[in-house]
Nanobody, 118 residues
Framework: VQLQASGGGLVQAGGSLGPSCVAS????????WAWYRQAPGNQRELVAG???????KYADSVKGRFTISRDNAKNTVYLQMNSLKPEDTAVYYC?????????????WGQGTQVTVSS
C-alpha cells in the first residue's frame, strides 16, 4: 500500500491548512485511518483518527481545532487544521490503524510538512 500526503505548507499562527492523504487502491476501504505527526527531535504521535463508520478521536492538543474526515470511495483522508499554533509544526503522515489507536498498519509513506510561524 502506498500513502501519499499533500497539502501542507507555511502559515502564520492562527491560520488554517487542510492536508489530504490518498491511499493506493490495494488499501482496504474499511480501514480505520489516522493522521500522525513528527516534529524534529520528537517521536511520531497520533493526532487524529476516524473509523470506517465515522467515529473520530483526537489528541488533546488538537481537540476543537482539527477535524478529520474521509472519503471512502476515494480512499482519501483529510485533516482540516484551524487556529494553528507554532507547536503544530511537524511533518504530517497518514496511516491505517492495525488494531487500536496508535498501531500503524502500513509502512510510512510520504508526509507533508506543516510549518506554523509565530
Amino acid at each position: 500500500v502506498q500513502l501519499q500526503a499533500s497539502g501542507g505548507g507555511l502559515v502564520q499562527a492562527g491560520g488554517s491548512l487542510g492536508p489530504s492523504c490518498v491511499a493506493s487502491r490495494s488499501a482496504s476501504r474499511s480501514n480505520t485511518w489516522a493522521w500522525y505527526r513528527q516534529a524534529p527531535g520528537n517521536q511520531r504521535e497520533l493526532v487524529a483518527g476516524i473509523t470506517y463508520m465515522g467515529s473520530t478521536k483526537y489528541a488533546d492538543s488538537v481537540k476543537g481545532r482539527f477535524t478529520i474526515s474521509r472519503d471512502n470511495a476515494k480512499n482519501t483522508v483529510y485533516l482540516q487544521m484551524n487556529s494553528l499554533k507554532p507547536e503544530d509544526t511537524a511533518v504530517y503522515y497518514c496511516n491505517a490503524e492495525r488494531s487500536g489507536w496508535g498501531t500503524p498498519k502500513y509502512g510510512w509513506g510520504q508526509g507533508t510538512q506543516v510549518t506554523v510561524s509565530s
